[in-house]
């Protein structure tokens, strides 16, 4: 059976919530149809475009934890409709998330694009492997040129997505993006300042003839 997102997010403790808001009937007819339980080219190109992303996970105590993935552009990989990867580099070494899915393999990423003002939010099983564990996933999901030490794989089993409303998320930009942005502006200054050159000499000679 697949299911939606809503399917998943509304439990009765969330539906509670929004009748006390009276806001139930606006969600009431989602679930079951809003079944986003494969990746469409839409989400493959949006994936492909990040270089950072936020995933929760749950300890056995029932405290969520919040953890920040970054690297290259497309470093989490879209393996198939139905199937995310991503390399585990080291970082701090406290290892939260990873031992949180080692007892509920749960998550929720919330992918984002500032500029555009685009949210995707995904609900998957998640699953560790050792580097050698699959050779075929390990050559997909290893970025060569990005200078880190790998210590995992994580496969994650896409089990239903939505996109968010742009409400709130406040545009940022990353330094590539600003560079990008003002580059014609840096152009158009370069060949002012050339014309600008070109007509002091030709005054000066001007001036020198007279």
Excluded at 46 to 61: K, L, M, N
Excluded at 84 to 99: C, E, K, P, V
Aim: net charge negative; aromatic share 10%; hydrophobic share 40%.
């Amino acid at each position: 059976m697949t299911y939606g997102f809503m399917d998943i997010a509304l439990t009765p403790s969330v539906q509670a919530a929004q009748a006390e808001m009276g806001v139930d009937h606006l969600w009431s007819g989602f679930k079951g149809n809003r079944t986003f339980d494969r990746f469409t080219d839409q989400e493959a190109t949006f994936i492909a475009q990040r270089d950072t992303f936020y995933i929760a996970s749950v300890s056995e105590t029932g405290w969520p934890y919040v953890q920040h993935r970054g690297g290259p552009p497309g470093f989490l990989k879209m393996i198939d409709d139905r199937t995310l990867a991503f390399m585990d580099y080291r970082g701090n070494r406290q290892y939260i998330s990873t031992g949180n899915f080692k007892a509920n393999d749960r998550a929720c990423l919330i992918l984002m694009d500032y500029p555009r003002r685009a949210r995707l939010k995904i609900y998957a099983h998640v699953e560790k492997l050792a580097l050698d564990a699959d050779a075929v996933l390990a050559k997909q999901v290893v970025d060569k040129d990005y200078v880190a030490k790998p210590e995992r794989i994580f496969r994650l089993r896409l089990e239903a997505f939505d996109w968010n409303c742009p409400q709130h998320i406040t545009p940022r930009f990353t330094e590539e993006e600003i560079a990008k942005g003002i580059q014609p502006l840096r152009d158009r200054i370069e060949q002012l300042e050339r014309e600008n050159a070109l007509l002091q000499v030709q005054l000066e000679r001007q001036e020198g003839s007279d």
